[in-house]
């Protein structure tokens, strides 16, 4: 256990990682209570807010397991209004810690996305102590507690594992509705790195389940036996592959050999969740690395088997779509924010899109057949899907600048980017948004004339 903070001075991140905090109490709550939005409203609560944070604290003991002790101060980076969660809860009697991704970002240095709290006290508690909240979730109860900006606290009451029965060999979990305690809370996670929780009061990280050697060796490991934890949540084998690119982590030999093992249980996954860990993949900024290692571990043939056979039958010094994937990638850090999803779902299956469609007389329909199997198979949205199909299809003529009066609809923008991400990838000259034409120019720019109303003859009548 380590004595000082100094230790491990290498995990602290930058002073400045978050920015300042937005106007509090401006979101509508629900359950009857009271809305914040005027000015006068908002002073009310803050003073309320500041009578329930003098409380005297009560400290309840932990109860269960010790965790290994880490004294690290994270208080400067961490945001103002989690914080101000974590104490009232505390003041109030309860346990309550930050935790997950939150934990994990801030010791590699990362600005976290968001804050999530842990706590002992149940949802109807957590709402009575916060006005600004509302309690969310039909099959599993939490609490969201609302500031400007909409900003989100989440809220939750620690879990814990649900018990399998004796000699059931189906490890799927379909029930993940039960109370428990802090350290039950923490050994329920998938990896390590994400069972880490910070405890505001004292300035220390608790770990329960290895996860801070894990930081310091920067690798991904599952809580307990990857087989089995695979095999409970297939979708943790691209949680697993979504770390290791995001945070530039190694996975061990262990979870390696068992997600290849288990990469066939994907299958049994809800179809949303595949697509949405899909996407997220894509949006993370190191997609060229996800979708390497879903290729070499053999998910690709899982999740997207058409995908999975171009590529294999493509020569060796074949490399456009993984120069794709760095332009996307790199496109999403110098923006700080993901591209639009169709055009990630579209840069990531046009290779094979195209191939389909060259020499069909309808590109559409072929698009469509090529697509069908992969949106039964991952649920693609239809806001997805059909935008992809008409996209890919005229994507030849928009490169060749001929795009006509597409170039009037809404997805002419997402197809332009397409189509200059793969110029960019090609080093080839960006394609350009086309001039309008001369009659169009000068149709624009004449003043409207009033069309006259022809006259019926009597011969007509």
């Known amino acids: ?3 000082t903070a100094s230790e491990y001075w290498f995990f602290m991140p930058p002073s400045s990682s978050y920015p300042e905090r937005g106007a509090e109490g401006s979101a509508s709550i629900d359950g009857g209570s009271r809305e914040l939005d005027d000015a006068e409203g908002a002073e009310r609560a803050a003073r309320d807010d500041a009578d329930r944070d003098d409380a005297p604290p009560l400290l309840p003991p932990r109860s269960g397991p010790e965790p290994i002790i880490y004294p690290i101060d994270l ?17 109030h009697g309860y346990e309550g810690y930050l935790v997950g991704g939150c934990v994990r970002d801030l010791l590699v240095g990362r600005p976290p996305k968001d804050f999530d709290v842990a706590t002992s006290a149940r949802p109807d508690d957590v709402r009575r102590l916060f006005r600004n909240s509302r309690v969310i979730g039909r099959r599993f109860r939490l609490v969201h507690v609302l500031y400007g900006g909409g900003k989100v606290i989440e809220t939750a009451t620690f879990r814990r594992a649900p018990e399998q029965e004796q000699g059931d060999d189906d490890l799927l979990i379909r029930n993940d509705n039960v109370f428990g305690e802090a350290h039950q809370d923490a050994a329920r996670r998938d990896f390590t790195i994400n069972g880490l929780f910070y405890d505001l009061e004292h300035r220390v990280v608790l770990d329960w389940v290895g996860g801070m050697p894990d930081i310091e060796r920067r690798t991904v490991h599952t809580i307990g036996d990857p087989s089995v934890r695979f095999r409970e949540d297939p979708v943790r084998i691209l949680r697993a592959i979504k770390f290791c690119a995001r945070l530039d982590f190694g996975v061990s030999a262990e979870v390696y050999d068992a997600m290849v093992e288990c990469r066939t249980a994907l299958a049994r996954a809800a179809k949303p969740r595949l697509f949405e860990e899909l996407l997220r993949l894509m949006r993370s900024g190191a997609c060229h690395r996800a979708l390497w290692l879903c290729w070499e571990t053999g998910l690709l043939d899982v999740l997207l088997p058409e995908l999975s056979t171009f590529l294999a039958d493509q020569p060796e010094e074949e490399d456009t779509l993984w120069r794709v994937l760095d332009e996307v990638d790199q496109r999403t850090k110098e923006r700080h924010a993901p591209l639009d999803d169709v055009v990630l779902i579209a840069v990531l299956l046009l290779e094979p899109l195209r191939e389909a469609c060259n020499g069909a007389r309808d590109r559409v329909e072929a698009a469509y057949k090529f697509l ?7 649920n693609v949205p239809r806001r997805i899907a059909e935008p992809v199909r008409r996209v890919v299809a005229l994507l030849p003529r928009i490169e060749a600048g001929r795009a006509g009066r597409f170039t009037r609809t809404g997805l002419y923008p997402i197809a332009l980017e397409i189509a200059s991400i793969y110029a960019a990838a090609r080093g080839q ?23 006259r109303r022809r006259r019926r003859s009597r011969a007509d009548a």
């Open 429 to 451: 000259e960006p394609v350009d948004a086309p001039p309008p034409s001369g009659t169009a120019a000068a149709t624009a720019d004449a003043p409207t004339k009033r069309r």
């Open 372 to 378: 069908e199997a992969i949106v039964d198979r991952l």
């Open 1 to 3: 256990m380590l004595e």
């Open 75 to 91: 208080e400067d980076s961490i945001d103002p209004d989690a914080a101000k969660v974590v104490r009232r809860l505390v003041r």
